[in-house]
């Protein structure tokens, strides 16, 4: 099959076909197959657990200081801080470079990322890509590890059952743990598999860092607990649900001006509070793009970002669709 060409720049450059493909060769399945991920199945499943447990009580901790007074200026710069920074490391890192391939960047960029995604503790890089590239692959169907719409039960019942099953409910699912074979690049690459192998450590530090901050700033233990709350708890509940409701809410409102062969759907509250992931049919319209927001107005923080890093030299090969692609799966109305 001759490779597609897609404008970078006004540069035609070839598209490197890396997503959604499986194993398919001996070496690819055997390294799927003999891969150990650095939590096993039981800690993998404790984890998700504590990840949906401990951050909202964290947060109507938080809440019940705030209450009486006990929030200032540092809590929130912390909260705003650590949500923005590992929001990017989910949506640049994880989504647009590992999973996608969507751009080029040097190795320390690469790393800073990929660190700043596991500080969002959700999971380490090739579980979540892995994940991601079935949903791709699958996106609505049957196989589809998170869709509000297949295996979906009639009546209202069954409609918020799938809306759940797709925010949160498909963490917990066994299906979730079959998924290496979409990922042979990143058990192949020794970079993202030092940085998957210290997954704890980063959720740590996503705990540990604001807690710090917090106590050097005011110099006292109550400090680094507000820290820990709304830099660490706060902000991780925060941003989960943010994530998690591309799954959900991005399936089921919104509009879909790309013809995406599934539910996917631009939603702009979502591609506010998501860095740009928000805009999700144009996502699956052309999942390789590293903009989403591809309309002026459609604000894609994540975009600006990785734009800006062109701009001084440290990214390279930006994948863009081209007025003629984008032109020919225009969905009618």
Known sequence: ?????????????????TLDERADSDGDAQRASDFNPPLTKAQMHLAMLAAVVIPPVGLVVAMIMLWGG???????????????????????????????????????????????????????????????????????????PHS???????????????????????L????????????PDLLSDPVVMRINRLFPLWVAL??????LIGGLASMS??????????????RMFLLHHATWSINSICHVWGWRDYRSDDESRNNPVMGILSFGEGW???????????????????????????RSLQAFGLVDKVRLPSAERRAARVRKR
């Open 1 to 17: 099959m001759p490779q597609e060409l897609v404008e970078v720049q006004d540069i035609a450059v070839p598209e490197v076909r």
């Open 70 to 144: 006990l929030f200032n200026s540092i809590d929130l710069i912390l909260l705003v801080a650590l949500y923005t920074l590992t929001g990017l490391g989910v949506t640049i890192g994880y989504h647009r470079l590992i999973a996608h391939k969507a751009f080029i960047t040097r190795t320390p960029i690469m790393c800073f990322f990929m660190i700043c995604g596991g500080m969002a503790a959700q999971g380490p890089v090739v579980w979540w890509t892995a994940t991601h590239r079935r949903h791709h692959h699958h996106s609505d169907c049957e196989l589809d």
């Open 148 to 170: 509000p719409h297949a295996q979906r039960a009639p009546g209202l019942i069954g409609w918020c059952s799938g809306f759940a099953h797709a925010h949160v409910g498909w």
């Open 172 to 183: 917990f699912r066994d299906s979730n743990d079959n998924n290496y074979g979409y990922v």
């Open 206 to 211: 996503g705990f540990a860092i604001p807690a």
């Open 221 to 234: 233990w109550g400090g680094a607990l507000l820290g820990l709350l709304w830099g660490g708890a706060a």
């Open 280 to 306: 999700h049919n144009n996502h699956h319209a052309f999942p390789s793009s590293a903009r989403h927001g591809l309309k002026w107005w459609q604000l894609d923080i994540s975009w600006l970002v990785i």
